[in-house]
């Protein structure tokens, strides 16, 4: 007789998701590993269910390995793969680039031929609907499903990803930016407004020409800072931050500051010294003090993400053309109101320093102005879990409150049930946690630790038998 021991399930087959339970089935071969996705699709998520092609990854190909002891991981399997390279990639001075699409494939594959291995990948479930509740029980939890099924668990890894906006623009013209359903009837002499100049934006203007739209773009936001471009870079040393300046945003941007003089006397482009400090980024993240941290996002944010998470060459080309041309016009300006006419809506903007207001008719309204803050969210089971006191968010609001190691922690303050998180939902906490290279180490050390106390706790434990 064999003894069947509840699953662990890992609620979100996005990259976070999908990474996880491959390594948790390899690590666990005695527990099976539920990976749970309301989407259609696993092993895509928000960044890799596009189709268009021009929607390319914004980090270098050579970077984009799932994989953080194989760094030619996905550079190998682009070779290999069968797929028009031209259409899915784009070779540039700054490195490749490959299509979103493309890296969801990638992703799919590994799941796939995870499936299909013998041994202990088999027990590797997956079960595609919407994970509403998890209930404490004896020995995990008791998982419920969006269709009403329930499941019984031993621990759980939330996996779900970057949390859709909460309050996009309050019109019947309104769009998120990742359903392209809404822009099937577009007219042609009519602008379309989005709200956001960051990459979110440049995705929809890409994706809105390559659907043949010829009309005017109008894209605002509070500073109408668009995303830098790559360029080649060269290895730079990490700056060697004294332990006065940490706790202090000035000193570190001042840091930042000489750093790239520095680097510039030398022929160094910013560039490679942005891209020295991930090694550092997040110890540096976590040694502001929390006012430090709310000045970031205050003053700081907007600028830094523009350097740091910057547009492949084909993708600001792309930009670059339509600003020329007048087909894209980025203003400094905030939306103010939206009024509702048949047919189109009345928008008023501010433009930054002006006293006056400007009103445009616009056909839709993109809302690309950022993900959600979990202390915001109407996501159904985050909401239901901070309502069971099982979880809470972090000290900024952003993400959610977690261990060392990752173990959600409770509104007690306590991290004593088997319950996980990874990725995007660490942003509080961690900062650099949204991008392949911030995740893929984090996807092998949550696992290890998962398989290691859910271990101890099978110690002395029944389970079913079959
Ligand atoms: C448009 C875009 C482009 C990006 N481009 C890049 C890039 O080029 N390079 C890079 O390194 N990073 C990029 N990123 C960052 C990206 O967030 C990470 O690379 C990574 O994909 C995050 O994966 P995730 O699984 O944590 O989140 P997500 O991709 O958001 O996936 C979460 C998944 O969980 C599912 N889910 C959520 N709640 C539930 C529930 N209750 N029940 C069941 N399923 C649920 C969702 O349907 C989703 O599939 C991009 C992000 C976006 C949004």
Redesign the pocket.
Known sequence: MRTILPPIAV????????MAALHLSRLMPERPVLL????GAFA?????ATGCTDH????RASN?SAFPDRPDHFSRWLEECPLDRAAWTRSTPAGLFAA?GL?GRYLTDLLLAALSEPGPASHLMLEN????DLAPAEDGFDLTLAAGRRRRVAGAIL????LRAPRGPRSRYAVDPWDDAPLDDLRPDLPLLIVGTG??MV?AVAALRQRRFAGPILAVSRHGLLPHVHDATVPWPAPAIPAAARPSLLALLRVLRDETRRAAVAGVDWRSVVDSLRGDSIALWRGLPLAEQRRFLRHVRAFWDVHRHRMAPPAAAIVERERAGGGLTVMRARLIAIDDQAGYARVTLRERGAAATRIVDVQRIIDASG?GRVAETD???LRRLMSRGLIRPDALGLGLAVTDDLALVDQRGEANRPLWT???LLRGTLWEC????D?RGQAVELARTVADRLRDVATGMGGETA
């Open positions: 609620i979100g087959a996005g990259f976070s998701g999908t749970c996705e309301k989407s895509r998520g928000l960044a890799y390319l990854l914004n980090v984009m979103r890296y609907d919407e994970v509403v996996a779900c990803g970057n990459l979110t995705d993900v996501d159904l089971l990874l990725g995007p949204t991008a392949v290279p995740i």
